[in-house]
């Protein structure tokens, strides 16, 4: 359970640091996101996923 919130605790970190530094960029991306097709979408989702599972096995593996 202390991994799930300290890896909880970092995506907040990470998404804090987006909208604290970058607010223009953040308001670009939300502004993008909305014309985004729902198959590219749900791909990219799929691929971040794939990508955090295969991070999480690299360092716990």
């Known amino acids: 359970m202390s991994d799930f919130l300290a890896a909880l605790g970092l995506v907040l970190v990470f998404e804090g640091l987006l909208y604290g530094a970058l607010p223009r960029l953040a308001k670009r991306m939300a502004a993008d996101v909305v ?9 990219v989702g799929l691929a971040v996923m794939a990508a955090g599972v295969f991070v999480v096995w690299l360092v716990r593996g």
């Open 35 to 43: 014309h985004m097709p729902e198959g590219m979408m749900r791909a």
